[in-house]
Nanobody
Framework: QVQLVESGGGLVQAGGSLRLSCAAS????????MGWFRQAPGKEREFVSA????????HYSDFVKGRFTISRDDAKNTVYLQMNSLRPEDTAFYLC??????????????????WGQGTQVTVSS
């Protein structure tokens, strides 16, 4: 069982930056690939980024590539999402998720085993 708690969301102007954190409970954090998803009102949940359980591989959606960076600190049981050059279209509810020892990084929400409660990111123009 893994519990995930996101933090770091807020209101920022376009072009600004935020760093989201997702703190995980449990002693097996290093066995989970971690993903970030987002959901805007009236839209489906969409993949943003993920990092392998080893930390050696990362994957980004095309709309954040080059602007967002995912990282993990297993000593702190935390995964981060550094978001730079934010745009109004990045406004959404951001959620982190954990996937136990997957063969590969997953971009489909249903493949993830645990979810956090999420944090709101609002980018003003």
């Amino acid at each position: 069982q893994v519990q995930l708690v996101e933090s770091g969301g807020g209101l920022v102007q376009a072009g600004g930056s935020l760093r989201l954190s997702c703190a995980a409970s449990g002693r097996t954090f290093s066995s989970y690939a971690m993903g970030w998803f987002r959901q805007a009102p009236g839209k489906e949940r969409e993949f943003v980024s993920a990092i392998s359980w080893s930390g050696g591989k990362t994957h980004y959606s095309d709309f954040v590539k080059g602007r967002f960076t995912i990282s993990r600190d297993d000593a702190k049981n935390t995964v981060y999402l550094q978001m730079n050059s934010l745009r109004p279209e990045d406004t959404a509810f951001y959620l982190c998720a954990a996937d136990y020892l997957p063969w590969s990084i997953q971009t489909i929400p249903d493949k993830y085993d645990y979810w956090g409660q999420g944090t709101q990111v609002t980018v003003s123009s």
